[in-house]
């Protein structure tokens, strides 16, 4: 118990897992990066990526951990843009040198994979157009071709992590109450969780647009089997995830808080194992945390040896809410992946062309290499299986 008290309270100082304080710029030695990086839109829709001329620069006058995020975000949007500026058709086998070496330099240090994940292009990548004001002032770093669309998909999933800031700092205080038996701050701390998720659908009802196919994976997609070879790095191809929701560090700390257990039909516990894998992509203080949640008290089991019947509620209610952004979140894939892929398949075959692999990528396996839509919606289930029942509740616990 001493670890967790240790390391629980210290969340205290942050709102969110989204990073408080962004870093813009960078020293001027590394100008080659920002500029490319800055006009990336422009250098994919034009095919000029591939033929921009980058030098190898060193990482030694990076100063601190802001200006490694910074220059680790330039260069995964420029390598997720390099790999995949031609889409499907055009993919390629080796990252060059210049990229490669200080992108994977940089990723060391910081303890992540070298791929563009969700800690990056969503918790990283914003700024303030002034320091006054809220979400009418916000605006991203970097972008992929898709102008608002893009931006807005960006944006808006830094809006849902940001709703999570009352659960996430009610995460300690349910700790606490567990270790001293307070009841009555419990409940109250449940119903901010429930509260902040509840606020959390509601952000993810901003999203418009379409999803971004420029973040997909170089594991489990078959447009390239093999992986990317890191030149200069390594000599033999690498396989990683690309950026997902399941990288998200908030639902994954509910899910420990709330102890649900995620399993996938016949293939048991390969959700588990899949957002096992997931934490790796995140950062390593995020980690970390969840970590230390997970090796703590059980507030489910707490909850069930009080028999308590507001402390059933709250509970249920933060289960409950949990479910509902979840199944949300399958009509928002549903309707800017699913459809839209089935509507370019359907318009191509109308023409008399061949439907290329590359269309249905994204609509069977997701941003993140994994077969999304069965993964969401067994996820959703096992959450809605983690509601505690009158039977439970009734039956005494040592």
Known sequence: MKNIRE?????????????SFIQTELPDYYAPWMNVAANLPHLIEGHQLRREVMPLL??????????????????????????????????????PRALAVPYCTISELLDLPPILVYADCVLANWKKRDPCGYVENLDILFSFPGGDSNKGFFLVSLLVEAAAAAGIKAIPIIVNAILHHGLCSLETALQDVALSICKMREAFKLIHGKCLDLIAAWKDNFLMPEGLVYEGVWDSPKQFFGGSAAQSSTLQCFDVLLGIQHSWGSVPRFSAEYLGCMRDYMPAAHRAFIQTLASGPSLRQFVLATGDAGLHAAFNKCVSALADLRSYHIQIATKYITIPAGRCRAEQQQLGGCVHKGTSVLSERGTGGTGFMRFLKAIRDTTRKAQLTEQEATVPTH
């Open 58 to 95: 060193s990482t030694q006058y990076l100063r601190g951990h802001r200006q490694l995020r910074l220059a680790r975000l330039a260069l995964g949007f420029i390598t997720m843009g390099y790999v995949w500026q031609g889409g499907g058709r055009q993919t390629v086998k080796i990252l």
């Open 7 to 19: 390391n629980i309270p210290s969340l205290k100082a942050t709102p969110s897992f989204r990073i």
